[in-house]
């Protein structure tokens, strides 16, 4: 009978040992996080307070469960997300930082932080274990652990880094801080000195979709946004990210302006039938097709020329300012991608002008 008392006794006093770890640990754990959780709410701009960080890491999960949820929320957009070149493009090993601020999540992260301009850092070590563009890197994805994270991570008007022009186009203003051309080369001027090619990418680099919305960054004298710059409310998104029913193939976060159907590549439509209401191609009133012969009859001419080769790349060499000028304006043209719907003037006037100028000559 004692020994069964004392038996009891010993348990009872491990289990009170055991509560008293238990709490005492949970305790340090709660203000660790909270340590953690009100850094966050100090580096972040977002309006909340650490009071109400603490009170969801601490316990309170409805915060996570706005989007941890038994919807698709997430998942509908990382489906379409894992199609999208931003996820399966394998340029985001360009680490170094020049190229890290927009080919790389952590490299873009830090630049916004910074203020958002082009050159964060100076030194050129690659960032190690680089991501792709993701969800973190347009959303404040885990800041203040609320739905007010999808807020994207800046629409600050981007200061074009090269021609000094102010992109400002709402929830765009995102795409153009990455999607613009990059310093380097100076644009030829007419009647200007010859011109010392040294680079076989001679150009305004691959992304130079915002410029060439706005009509900026050419050779040759150009004055007008695009019409759709100027009629678009999110610029780039208003065609690029509607809302699709082909899935992951186009539009919504693909980003990409068509998809196959019955095995046969076409057009995604979606965003341009809110303002052309009888649209079928991309190839609008035939401008498209007006504008093809004339990139290739620039082309042949920069051949025929001894500027690029049969392949497209760059012939290092001394031209006159029009010659380069002509193959400035076709890297441009070809670079933006969109075969003039960007901004069908400036399209015209691009190739035109190159046209002209090696024609003369
Ligand atoms: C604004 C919406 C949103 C809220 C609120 C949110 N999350 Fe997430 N969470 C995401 C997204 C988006 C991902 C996927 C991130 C990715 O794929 O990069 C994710 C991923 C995760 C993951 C997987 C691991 C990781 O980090 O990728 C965990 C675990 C997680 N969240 C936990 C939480 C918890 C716990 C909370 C609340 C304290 C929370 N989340 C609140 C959007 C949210
Ligand atoms: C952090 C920089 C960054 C931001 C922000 C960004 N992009 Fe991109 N985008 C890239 C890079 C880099 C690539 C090429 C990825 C690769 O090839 O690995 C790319 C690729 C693309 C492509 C595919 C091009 C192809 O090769 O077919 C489209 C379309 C695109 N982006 C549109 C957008 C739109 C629209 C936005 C705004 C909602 C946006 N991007 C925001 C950097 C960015
Ligand atoms: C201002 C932002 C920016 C910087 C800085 C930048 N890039 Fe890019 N780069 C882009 C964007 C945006 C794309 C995708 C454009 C597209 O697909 O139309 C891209 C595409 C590319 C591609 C793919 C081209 C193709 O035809 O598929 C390569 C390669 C590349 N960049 C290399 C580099 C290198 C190397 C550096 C650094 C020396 C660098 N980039 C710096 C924005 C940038
Ligand atoms: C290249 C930038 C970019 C990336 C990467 C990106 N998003 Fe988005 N996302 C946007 C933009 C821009 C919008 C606003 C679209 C609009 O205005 O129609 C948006 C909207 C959303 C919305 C709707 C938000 C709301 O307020 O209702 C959700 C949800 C979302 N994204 C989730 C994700 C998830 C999950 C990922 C990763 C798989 C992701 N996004 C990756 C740019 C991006
Ligand atoms: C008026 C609608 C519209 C706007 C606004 C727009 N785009 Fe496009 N974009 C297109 C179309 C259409 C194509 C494809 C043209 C074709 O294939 O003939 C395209 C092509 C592209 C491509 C080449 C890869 C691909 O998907 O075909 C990139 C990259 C791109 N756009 C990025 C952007 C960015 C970044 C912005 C904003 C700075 C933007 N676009 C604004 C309609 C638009
Ligand atoms: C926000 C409204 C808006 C959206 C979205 C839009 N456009 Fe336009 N677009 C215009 C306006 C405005 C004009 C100039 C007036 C006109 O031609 O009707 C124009 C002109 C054009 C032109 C030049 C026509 C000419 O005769 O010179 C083409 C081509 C074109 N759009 C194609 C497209 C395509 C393809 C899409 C979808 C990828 C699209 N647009 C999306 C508003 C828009």
Wanted: charged content about 20%; glycine content about 10%; hydrophobic content about 40%.
């Amino acid at each position: 009978m004692k020994k069964k008392i004392l038996v009891l006794l010993g348990l009872a006093i491990i289990l009170v040992v055991v509560v008293l770890i238990f709490v005492s640990c949970k305790t340090a754990a709660t203000a660790e996080t909270t340590a953690a959780a009100a850094t966050v709410a100090e580096t972040t701009a977002a309006a909340t307070t650490a009071a109400e960080v603490t009170e969801v890491v601490a316990g309170d999960e409805s915060a996570c469960a706005d989007c941890h949820n038994d919807t698709t929320v997430i998942f509908s957009k990382e489906t379409q997300y894992s199609n999208s070149v931003h996820g399966t493009g394998l340029n985001f090993e360009r680490n170094d930082a020049g190229c890290a601020v927009c080919h790389t999540s952590e490299g873009f992260t830090a630049r916004v932080a910074a203020g958002a301009t082009l050159a964060v850092a100076d030194d050129a070590t690659a960032i190690q274990n680089a991501s792709p563009v993701n969800c973190r890197t347009c959303h404040n994805i885990h800041t203040t652990y609320t739905k007010a994270d999808w807020a994207l991570k800046t629409v600050a008007p981007v200061t074009l880094e090269f021609t000094g022009d102010v992109y400002d186009k709402g929830n765009s203003n995102l795409c153009a801080s990455c999607h613009q051309p990059r310093p380097g080369t100076d644009i030829p001027v007419a009647g200007g000195p010859a011109v010392e090619i040294t680079s076989t990418r001679y150009g305004p680099h691959h992304g130079p979709q915002s410029s060439m919305l706005l009509g900026v960054g050419g050779f040759g004298e150009y004055k007008g946004s695009s019409v759709h710059y100027d009629a678009t409310e999110n610029g780039c998104i208003d065609c690029h990210m509607t809302d699709s029913a082909f899935g992951k193939q186009a539009g919504g976060h693909t980003w990409r302006m068509g998809y196959v159907f019955h095995e046969a590549e076409t057009e995604f439509l979606a965003g341009c039938l809110k303002c052309h209401e009888d649209i079928e191609s991309f190839d609008r009133n035939g401008v498209e097709t007006e504008l093809a012969p004339m990139v290739e009859e620039l082309r042949l001419l920069l051949v025929k020329q001894g500027l690029i080769d049969d392949t497209g790349a760059g012939i290092a060499g001394t031209f006159t300012a029009e010659q380069a000028g002509a193959l400035w304006n076709y890297k441009t043209f070809t670079e933006d991608r969109s075969n003039g719907l960007h901004n069908p003037g400036f399209g015209k006037f691009l190739l035109q002008t190159g046209i002209d100028a090696l024609k003369a000559k």
